[in-house]
């Protein structure tokens, strides 16, 4: 019961003075229907009922009131014990939950994720949580899992692609971090992504969009088009993976962890040596001033931990001012921000009255097309854009400019 004192007296709900009167009656209240007075003692409508009707015989109006009164403040103490606790239930689920979260950061930069994978990943974590309500993580079931697509599906209406995302980010969660195995779920949960063609410019309307468009987001958007890149591989290039006396590039770690060499067109190679000597003033800078090196992955750093300082590892596009980085939160130059070829090449295919839904990658889209329509072995194309099967390749082929299959209509053969 002293708790219950504090409780009332801490709140300033009776005087200290009435105090002892309303302790006595809800004594009294246990004793009458046998309990032990306490925090769980059960207190109803009925048995409050039954117990003030006892006291109608012996005690005043008033005094039958005042117990009545400490009865229904008992049932509000039982009332706020009970939420506090259901809070703190809750916030240990939060606290567990974030332990997770962060366990899943450690997981994909130990599987050298994309900063933006990482970012994409915990997103989708909390969704899951927040449609879980805070379920305890140790309550999953696979069962979770198909719960939570059907609602993106159903109820989000979100596209194949983001479904897929979502579902690979929480399979993740569930193998890697909580050691589940999601079993065969994946066939009965995952939307098929319908097949779409690639989005094409043909040669003259490319080469009307790069005219509106100048500076380095023009370098960059032609080297995304002349090399074949994804523009991730364009934005995190380094010097040492530029080969202009060969006339190659070599992109690392590109989609699948994949390493590959592609072409570099001659005609950049001023414009890119011109990159170059700007950039050396920015490494000199850098170094001059003693900024930390460019990130590197976690197991180049600690092999080579000033390789991040040295001329070969900096980016040939870095972004103008310092940034902390969001891994080791350290303060160093990243690459340029994507957002600004993006936003330039926008702008060039309003300017230039072209009306096709195409982005930045639709340039790498049009340089296996340009490739297929000059007569280039599709074999070839494969690896210069780093596709792991032939058959992803092969439809340029449906978007090709002109007939690179050979075939003569039936119709042209008939007689005049």
């Not at 009435?18 to 059960?42: D, Q, R, T, V």
């Not at 606790?85 to 974030?98: E, I, L, P, S, T």
């Not at 991730?232 to 989609?255: H, M, N, P, Q, Y």
């Amino acid at each position: 019961m002293e708790d219950f004192k504090t409780f009332v007296l801490g709140r300033g709900l009776i005087s200290e003075k009435k105090c002892p009167y309303f302790l006595n009656w809800i004594n009294k209240y246990a004793s009458f229907h046998g309990f032990i007075s306490g925090p769980e003692m059960i207190i109803s409508d009925e048995m409050i009922s039954q117990y003030l009707s006892s006291l109608e015989r012996n005690y005043e109006d008033w005094q039958v009131s005042q117990a009545e009164e400490a009865l229904r403040l008992y049932l509000f103490y039982q009332s706020q014990k009970k939420r506090e606790a259901d809070q703190g239930k809750d916030m240990d689920r939060f606290v567990a939950w974030r332990h997770l979260a962060e366990e899943m950061v450690r997981g994909l930069r130990l599987r050298h994720r994309a900063i933006s994978t990482e970012k994409a990943y915990l997103s989708w974590l909390r969704m899951f949580y927040k449609f879980l309500d805070g379920k305890s993580a140790d309550e999953l079931v696979n069962e979770d899992i198909r719960d939570f697509m059907s609602y993106l599906a159903v109820e989000r209406k979100v596209s194949a692609n983001t479904q897929n995302q979502a579902f690979n980010a929480i399979v993740f969660f569930f193998k890697h971090i909580l050691g589940k195995d999601p079993g065969n779920i994946g066939a009965s949960v995952r939307a098929k992504p319908g097949k779409r063609l690639p989005v094409v410019l043909t040669k003259e309307e490319t080469d009307k969009v790069f005219s509106y468009m100048a500076g380095t987001n023009l370098l960059m958007a032609k080297l995304i088009y002349g090399c074949g890149l994804r523009g991730g591989e364009c934005f995190r290039l380094r010097i040492k993976d530029l080969d202009l006396e060969c006339g190659s590039l070599t992109v690392r770690a590109g989609k699948g962890d994949k390493d590959r060499v592609t072409v570099l067109p001659i005609s950049l190679l001023d414009e890119l040596k011109g990159q170059l000597d700007r950039v050396r003033e920015q490494f000199d800078q850098d170094r001059l001033n003693n900024i930390e090196g460019v990130y590197l992955p976690d197991s180049l750093e600690r092999k080579y931990q000033n390789a991040g300082k040295e001329w070969a590892w900096f980016w040939v596009f870095p972004s103008e001012k310092h940034s902390v980085d969001p891994r080791s939160g350290k303060l160093r130059r990243h690459h340029v921000n994507s957002s600004n070829v993006r936003r330039s090449f926008k702008g060039a295919l309003r300017k230039a009255a072209i009306a096709k839904h195409a982005s930045v990658h639709t340039l790498r889209h049009s340089f296996a097309t340009h490739l297929l329509e000059d007569g280039y072995d599709i074999r070839t194309i494969q690896d210069l854009l780093g596709h792991k099967d032939v058959k992803t390749t092969q439809i340029y082929t449906h978007v090709a400019g002109k007939n690179i299959t050979g075939v003569r209509s039936p119709l042209d053969n008939l007689p005049e």
